[in-house]
């Protein structure tokens, strides 16, 4: 969800105040240009005051709508996407959420091996179905933004520091070699390079699997 400028980030914050009052907690910026926007509840009758704010806008992409408590009691089920949101974040409004987040190794290396497995059978089963070149294409390109977060992960179990940008956790050091990332990243491929380019993401997908089996 992109804003142009902070007249028009007020102007949200505002608004999405006057339609949940005291049930919003806090409405948070991560990666750049997304948002997530934390109530104290979130049943129907917060879900249909939502769905007013939601119909006045027209942007096509919608915050992430979370409710507190469900926040807190996910570190240990979805920390992949909490340590992803902590890396760059802004408090626009209300209490800091995120700030205190801890989050254990064993629950960071569970969810990447889910992860990791489920990106490497949906890239085989993608390819296998592709019709066309410009469908592989595609898939080749998708890899680098669903790879970011997973990346930052492997960093987190490493103890190291994770970048904000793409291009400084792509040339990180993860003991694979992930610089088929970087080539995508680049757009320095042709088509017949991809066939070779799918494969170098199976053997990639396959070493990071094995290293996490490792550390579970």
């Known amino acids: 969800m992109k804003m142009a400028n902070k007249d028009m980030e007020k102007k949200f914050i505002k608004e999405i105040k006057n339609e ?7 409405v948070i910026k991560y990666d750049y240009e997304e948002y997530v926007i934390i109530t104290e509840k979130l049943d129907f009758s917060a879900v249909k005051r939502i769905l007013g704010f939601v119909q006045k806008r027209t942007s096509s992409k919608l915050p992430l709508f979370l409710k507190r408590s469900g926040i807190l009691n996910s570190c240990d089920v979805f920390p992949m996407e909490f340590i992803n949101m902590k ?26 091996e889910f992860e990791l497995r489920t990106k490497l059978i949906t890239l ?41 940008s793409t291009e400084q956790i792509l040339s990180a050091d993860y003991g694979v070699d992930i610089g088929i990332l970087n080539r995508i990243s680049e757009g320095s491929f042709k088509e017949e390079e991809f066939e070779g380019i799918i494969r170098e993401l199976i053997e990639m997908l396959e070493k990071l699997i094995g290293d996490v089996d490792k550390i579970i």
């Open 87 to 112: 890396i760059d974040y802004e408090v626009l409004y209300g209490e800091d959420i995120l700030k205190n987040m801890i989050f254990k190794k064993k629950d960071v290396a569970r969810e990447l």
């Open 20 to 26: 949940l009052g005291k049930n919003l907690v806090s």
């Open 124 to 164: 085989r089963q993608a390819y296998l179905t592709a019709s066309s070149n410009e469908e592989i294409k595609e898939l080749i390109t998708r890899a680098v933004p669903t790879m970011r977060p997973i990346c930052s992960g492997l960093l987190f179990l490493k103890n190291e520091k994770i970048p904000g």
